[in-house]
């Protein structure tokens, strides 16, 4: 099952409401595994993005993945840029495809 990467930046009010990002996360989880995927972990980091969450597709759709994402997001304290990702067994049924 493909995998998320999610990498997130809090908005102003995200930052001014910083003590309830893990009541926020848990949110997350609960509407993720809700539609049928699994949460691996939120890591909070220095640098460009604020924290990364790891979660797996699971039985969910790409397009519940993006209606959950939109749905945190619109709640105005966090900004996502998710990537798609392949385990390397996943990924080596792909490069055997290859021409």
Do not use: C
Request: charged residues 25%; glycine residues 10%.
């Amino acid at each position: 099952m493909p995998y998320y990467i999610i990498l997130g930046k809090w908005t102003e009010q995200g930052v001014k409401n910083a003590k309830d990002s893990p009541k926020r996360a848990a949110a997350a989880k609960a509407l993720i595994e809700k539609a049928g995927g699994k949460w691996h972990g939120i890591y909070y980091t220095f640098g460009e993005y604020d924290f990364v969450v790891i979660a797996e597709q699971g039985s969910s759709s790409d397009e519940n993945v993006m209606r959950d994402l939109l749905t945190i997001a619109g709640q105005g304290s966090v900004r996502t840029k998710t990537l798609k990702a392949f385990s390397l067994s996943e990924a080596e049924k792909i490069f055997e495809k290859l021409t």
